[in-house]
């Protein structure tokens, strides 16, 4: 049933979207001497988020609407030791890792019409369950056009700093080292 006055696009939807995101930090600061510091830092983050269909889970939506569950799991953890050399020399070192996945998978779509359509492959579950039906300029129907969208990274980083000063407190120059890699 048309919404508004207009010829095309004219069906209205307001969609919930459902989030269930738990997150989570712990931080440690130690002073092992008086020329040495040490801090370590965990983050954890898990999220469940369900993004609803444009229309509904019978025919599907808009084919940029990103619907689907979108699981996510990502985990940070962060050391860095810092020493005084001496009185014009300071070093600091850190390690980074960053492990990330995301997993956005489409919808089911439940409307019989879809299991008719050739060329589907209805054994990966990771595969849209219908293929978008979209005509330019209007909204279309069967699962968004983005699903699946799956994201897999692991990052190390080590990070390792010389920094002279001047007597008087204020850095002279930085020489330094960042070595990145991703798995």
């Not at 999220?47 to 689907?68: K, Q």
Request: net charge positive.
């Amino acid at each position: 049933m048309p919404q508004t006055s207009a010829l095309v696009n004219n069906y209205v939807t307001t969609l919930v979207k459902r989030s269930n995101i738990h997150r989570a930090d712990g931080r440690l600061d130690h002073q092992l001497s008086s020329k040495g510091t040490l801090f370590l830092r965990y983050s954890v983050d898990w999220a469940d988020i369900r993004v609803p269909e444009t229309f509904n889970t019978d025919i599907g939506g808009n084919e940029a609407s990103f619907s689907g569950t979108d699981t996510v799991h990502g985990h940070s953890l962060v050391a860095a030791y810092t020493r005084s050399f001496s009185a014009t020399t300071i070093g600091d070192f850190r390690y980074g890792l960053t492990k990330f996945h995301g997993g956005l998978v489409p919808n089911v779509l439940t409307n019989p019409v879809w299991k008719t359509i050739p060329g589907r492959l209805d054994s990966d579950p990771y595969q849209p369950s219908a293929p978008i039906v979209s005509p330019s300029g209007y909204a279309g129907l069967g699962n968004p056009r983005s699903s699946p969208l799956i994201r897999d990274q692991r990052m190390h980083e080590a990070i390792g700093n010389l920094s002279p000063s001047l007597r008087c407190g204020l850095p002279l120059s930085r020489f330094g080292r960042d070595r990145q890699s991703a798995g």
